[in-house]
């Protein structure tokens, strides 16, 4: 008689402890979500859109999300802009509330934010930034590009064989005089248009970087509208276009490729901001040729509130299956261990939250230095004053060197950031479900287009190298590039005396000049090197991307402490955020400790004592990671991650999904023939009609 084995296993109760671990907070997540976003009304603008987003049905984004085909991804994505078409009409003229409802449908579906970013972020951009206010208007309000009506952009930079060198394009714009034309050709296929975002089947017109030739002379790389379809969608004579086919992520966005064959546009269609062509072909330049490139960094700075958004979203799953997930019991003890307790996943993932809330004051600045910049460079061409362009150049240059800075290294560090959060999950980070895999394959993209980004990181290492060489010679920093003044402290940390000493480890404001005393003393290094080497800066590749990291960790660092200086000293936000700040600082600076060695910055004993420090602050911050991450405000929808619930029921949440997904009262597949045959397939001697078999074989013997 067989007995019945009464089990002793308890289900897990996820939910309860995802209930304990909130009871934890000991702040107001109100008071830190309105502080990471910059001001109440921001955070409550925020909170309108993404309810808005959550409860609309054509927007909708759940766990289908992750079985779409390519084709399904593209249907469903075209579905949704002539959905978000209608929510631009009536945000209008508020920019900037579009704008925020882009970057949060980018959460869920950076495809979609994508697909209408480009007209909006790119094609219109360019239009404004490099064109007349006339030509804005009718191209955005007379012929309807700015509410996606009569028009659909894309824009027209990168070529087949060349990409981050844009004064390289080869396309050409020829000017007739004889008929006021423009006259668009694709040399050679190296000059065709590749990876147009929107071109496959999309766009209607495009804006066309191409040289300007007039009378034989080659006048470099400037702006033209092109249009590509009629108004049936059909292509216009000496047009062609195809899809550049499969990519590694963001199917809902349909890249192509264009060819110009004699494509003739009106004079008008040039965008003639800043250089103009007259009827009889004199070209006049603009005085300051900087001017131009100015709407081109919309994009990168974008990309650092991007790098910012989706990192929220990926630290919070991982934090919360940190604190459900129970794997290992200690000896005596029957309740497994919560995998956010063992001390290396603390230190997996405690210092990404931490880079987090770094991005956060980042890409708050950089926005505000970008449209503050973009309005004094529209006042000065306005106007015409050249030392009001003066002065915005200046600041341009400060925002070209912060913003390559930050989008390369953040969106390096969101790359990073979301796999790392991938494997802290475990198995179930490798499920699709659970967004960790369709997001990653989306983002990488990021570390490419709108300049590459080791491009991007060795002109900012340059540009350091550049700010210090100059103090070095004139005793001057300009006043309009503040964020790179810090070359000012030359004297203070120059040599080989320690900086960071072992009572300092905990002191925010020695942090900070631990990191000004590295960017000087290796610049100092690199210029050394470069005039070693007459004058080659490629020989210090490596030190100006590693330069423009630390300046970035730097920036982020200085604007964090400006805004906790700016909280009440009785605070209940302060001490987490400033322990979050000692974490990002201390650990990067782990990360970096050959240079920090190197310069002597801290000594060998005092790297082993920051190791300490580091884990008592991890220790100290543990209790607060789900309050932390609770802060960033994000429902389920925005997650869309079973094993990242709210409510920390994950493993019913996910299980469901999967059966949700994939039927299981389906248990043949349609290919199960295929198995059948293999498995009742007859022996091989049956197989070969008993060729070889006894019987045979005696017959053949006699």
């Known amino acids: 008689m067989s007995k019945i084995l009464e089990s002793r296993s308890v289900a897990p109760q996820p939910s309860k402890t995802l209930d304990a671990e909130r009871a934890n907070t000991d702040f107001n997540i109100d008071e830190m979500y309105e502080f990471l976003e910059g001001s109440k ?140 034309e423009f006259i668009i050709n694709t040399p050679h296929i190296g000059a065709t248009k590749w990876w147009i975002g929107g071109a496959a089947h999309s766009a209607t017109h495009s804006v066309c970087f191409a040289r300007l030739i007039v009378d034989n002379k080659d006048y470099g790389v400037k702006t033209f509208v092109v249009p590509l379809r009629d108004n049936r969608h059909e292509l216009l004579p000496g047009i062609s276009i195809g899809d550049i086919g499969a990519k590694m992520g963001r199917d809902g966005i349909d890249n192509g490729w264009i060819q110009y064959s004699n494509v003739r546009i009106p004079k008008e269609y040039m965008l003639t901001k800043y250089s103009k062509v ?60 919560q995998l956010i307790d063992y001390p290396l996943h603390q230190r997996r993932l405690i210092p990404l939250l931490a880079l987090t809330y770094g991005m956060s004051f980042a890409s708050d600045n950089i926005q505000t230095q970008y449209s503050e910049t973009l309005s004094e460079l529209d006042r000065g061409a306005q106007s015409g004053d050249f030392d009001v362009l003066t002065k915005a150049i200046g600041k341009l240059k400060n925002l070209f060197g912060c913003s390559a800075s930050l989008k390369s290294t953040l969106t390096w560090d969101t790359a990073t950031l979301i796999d790392e959060c991938r494997q802290s999950c475990g198995g179930h980070g490798y499920s699709s479900y659970n967004g960790f895999g369709k997001a990653y394959n989306d983002w990488v993209v990021q570390c490419t287009w709108e300049g590459d980004n080791n491009i991007l990181a060795t002109s900012a290492g340059r540009i350091i190298i550049q700010n210090l060489a100059k103090y070095l010679k004139t005793g001057k920093v300009s006043t309009s590039n503040n964020d790179f003044a810090f070359v000012r402290d030359y004297n203070k940390f120059k040599g080989d005396s320690s900086v960071l000493r072992d009572d300092k480890l905990n002191d925010l404001s020695s942090l900070l000049d631990s990191y000004t005393a590295v960017l000087i003393r290796l610049s100092e290094s690199c210029i050394k090197i470069i005039n070693e080497n007459n004058g080659n800066s490629d020989i210090v590749s490596a030190e100006r991307v590693a330069l423009s990291k630390l300046f970035a960790y730097r920036f982020m660092l200085d604007k964090w402490i400006l805004k906790i200086n700016s909280l009440s000293k009785d605070s209940k936000i302060k001490p987490d955020l400033i322990n979050l700040a000692k974490i990002l600082s201390l650990y990067k600076i782990d990360e970096f400790s050959g ?48 094993i990242g619930t709210y409510n920390g029921d994950a493993y019913q949440k996910y299980f469901d999904i999967v059966k949700i997904q994939n039927n299981p009262s389906i248990s043949k597949a349609p290919y199960s023939e295929f198995f059948e045959k293999a498995l009742h397939r007859g022996s091989i001697e049956e197989r070969e009609d008993n060729e070889k078999s006894k019987k045979t074989l005696d017959i053949l013997s006699k």
């Open 278 to 337: 007259t009827d009889d072909g004199e070209v006049i330049e603009p005085p300051l040729a900087q001017l131009a490139y100015g709407a081109l960094l919309g994009g990168r700075t974008t990309m650092v509130t991007d790098s910012f958004r989706m990192s929220e979203r990926f630290i919070t799953i991982a934090l919360r299956y940190a604190a459900i997930r129970r794997q290992f019991a200690d000896k005596g003890k029957q309740v497994e261990n």
């Open 41 to 180: 009304e921001k955070a409550i603008l925020r909170q309108e859109i993404m309810s808005q987003l959550e409860r609309d049905p054509v927007l909708k984004t759940d766990q289908s999300y992750y079985d779409l085909t390519k084709a399904e991804h593209r249907e469903y994505t075209a579905k949704k802009i002539a959905r978000l078409s209608q929510y631009l009409e009536q945000d209008m003229p508020d920019v900037a509330k579009f704008q925020e409802r882009l970057n949060l449908i980018a959460i869920v579906d950076p495809q979609l934010g994508t697909r209408l970013g480009v007209h909006l972020g790119l094609f219109l951009s360019s239009i404004k930034g490099n064109g007349t206010d006339s030509q804005f208007n009718y191209w955005a309000f007379e012929r309807g590009a700015a509410s996606v009506r009569g028009i659909y952009g894309c824009f027209g930079m990168t070529e087949l064989a060349h990409g981050s060198n844009v004064a390289g394009l080869e396309t050409t714009a020829t000017y007739d005089k004889s008929k006021r």
């Open 595 to 642: 240079f920090f060695l190197q310069f002597k910055i801290l000594s060998t004993e005092s790297l082993t004592n920051l190791q300490s420090v580091l884990k008592k602050l991890f220790v100290e911050i543990r209790p607060k990671i789900i309050g932390l991450t609770d802060s960033f405000k994000y429902s389920d929808f925005f997650i869309n991650s079973p």
